[in-house]
T-cell receptor, first 113, second 112 residues
Framework: EAGVVQSPRYKIIEKKQPVAFWCNPISGHNTLYWYLQNLGQGPELLIRYENEEAVDDSQLPKDRFSAERLKGVDSTLKIQPAELGDSAVYLC???????????FGEGSRLTVL | AQSVTQLGSHVSVSEGALVLLRCNYSSSVPPYLFWYVQYPNQGLQLLLKYTSAATLVKGINGFEAEFKKSETSFHLTKPSAHMSDAAEYFCAVRDNFNKFYFGSGTKLNVKP
């Protein structure tokens, strides 16, 4: 069974440019998460979806970040415009339901110059 | 909100030695507890989880963790370190609202 797939794995952009990350969760997993991982730190939740509904987006900086999960499967996280401080790894995770364990993708490493 | 504290951002052991990675959580109500491992340039993989069935939890690759309510701790151990254990380890808590909180991680270095 395929795991959580993320793309791109690496992205380098200049500040003020837009960037988008894509996540395909494990088949049948209803809950999808986007986490931010800064160097030397643990993951921090940006947004959690239950099917198509964003049930926790309290930590998502909504002035520049947006996310969507169309049809309750794939999800896209967008940053526009990117800032230097956005350089980090963006992790996608999924779980069977809201009480299940998390399965993580390999992450998308963003470098903003 | 929960908090998770991992003592020691870097731990170094010799191959064959005991591994002990410390984790303390803030809640007075026993939550669900997890240990994840992250190899370089990869996502996090579940090592083990505590869900109140037993206080000593065995995971993959010979790791185990013991839940101690009185100490609000969930330390990770392995009797004998292997070179392939070198990675970063994260302790995590899931609260009653199904929100995960991660510690800041401990990088394990294994010396030959």
């Amino acid at each position: 069974e395929a795991g959580v797939v993320q793309s791109p794995r690496y992205k380098i952009i200049e500040k003020k440019q837009p960037v988008a990350f894509w996540c395909n969760p494990i088949s049948g997993h209803n809950t999808l998460y986007w986490y931010l991982q800064n160097l030397g730190q643990g993951p921090e939740l940006l947004i959690r979806y239950e099917n198509e509904e964003a049930v926790d987006d309290s930590q998502l900086p909504k002035d520049r970040f947006s996310a969507e999960r169309l049809k309750g499967v794939d999800s896209t996280l967008k940053i526009q415009p990117a800032e230097l401080g956005d350089s980090a790894v963006y992790l996608c995770a999924s779980s069977l339901d809201s009480v299940g364990e998390l399965f993580f993708g390999e992450g998308s490493r963003l470098t903003v110059l | 909100a929960q908090s998770v504290t991992q003592l020691g951002s870097h731990v170094s052991v010799s191959e064959g030695a005991l591994v002990l990675l410390r984790c303390n959580y803030s809640s007075s109500v026993p939550p669900y507890l997890f240990w994840y491992v992250q190899y370089p340039n990869q996502g996090l993989q579940l090592l083990l989880k505590y869900t109140s069935a037993a206080t000593l939890v065995k995971g993959i690759n010979g790791f185990e963790a013991e839940f101690k309510k009185s100490e609000t701790s969930f330390h990770l151990t392995k009797p004998s370190a292997h070179m392939s254990d070198a990675a970063e380890y994260f302790c995590a808590v899931r609260d009653n609202f199904n929100k995960f909180y991660f510690g800041s991680g401990t990088k394990l270095n294994v010396k030959p």
